[in-house]
């Protein structure tokens, strides 16, 4: 549910809705520019938390206004060369103006979401049609849960602007662009795209943008650098932080996520722990321990009596340590397919105007 639901009435101004927002956050951002996370440059215009709950509530009530004054206080602290952030107010107009449901429909009405999520990828000021380098796997990890359907000769347009679009970047020789895959309208034989009876899907729906980008996060910590184990604290990546996350929201959320469950196994349980954590657990309980003595040896002293396991369970507790249900395989295949099958029509909706 979000921090915001239900605070405001018709009559609430938005000068109103952005001061009670800037409460909320009040211990979280920064001390001089609040809505910007204190843990990085204000340069990087990088949000302290994830606000797309927020506005897709202004969405909901029309509140463009809000919405408006929300992304000025996000770039403010570097409004660009020779402006003062006022040019966010036109990209909002602009995304605004877009008839998403010409080319898309989405299950749940999940189309604020989309809006909500192009929003705070404006931030960046460039052209949409750039979020193709780096920002669209946001938009995707975060709308592929849904079922969809797109309409193909919208589609087709779309696929006629971004090859354009491609083809002309290749004929400069621009580097970023030259390995780049043009699209084939073939990926429009199928209209209707179906995801159901999976739990994973389901669980993710009901929880925010921030927490279905730090999941699937977490998925490419455990599949692309090999890990058998993971902290929930440690398995974001930074294009993930720079859309803006409360990585303590999105954690206690992803706690109760089926796919994740508790390290059983030792050899698991010490991959999470460096040498100097485990002395300092030993000493804490009182044993004697050698500094020549490695982390096996350190954790079989540790777990020889029922403290020293108590004790190692808070700290796991706190790293909010998990692996994957081995027994959940099929349903998360099942989910990484479809991502897959849907990852085309959200890039192109990037050429969308």
Known sequence: M???KNKFTEADSADTKLQQIKKDIRNIGNKDFPFLHQNYSVSSRIPCTDFTEWIIERLIENDTKAIKLLMFEIVKANPGLGTEGEWIEKVVDSLLSIKWQKYISLEDNALNELIAIC?????SGGQKEFWLLEEINLLINALCVYSLEINPEAFKKLIL???????GMKKDATPSWMDFETYDTSILDKKSHRLSNNEISDFLKSKSVGSRLHFFDTLTYFSDFGRTVASLFDSTVY????FGLNI????NELIESPVFISPLKDEQILKLFEKTELIKIAETLNNEVKKSWNKKKLYEIITLDSSGKELLKE???????????S???SKLDELLKFKYTVKKYFELLCFAD
């Open 2 to 4: 979000s921090l915001w």
């Open 119 to 123: 929003i705070i990828l404006s931030k």
């Open 161 to 167: 602007k971004a090859n354009n679009f491609i083809n």
């Open 239 to 242: 294009n993930t932080r720079k």
């Open 248 to 251: 303590s929201k999105t954690v």
């Open 315 to 325: 700290n796991l507790n706190v790293k909010k340590a998990v692996v994957i249900d």
């Open 327 to 329: 027994s959940l395989n």
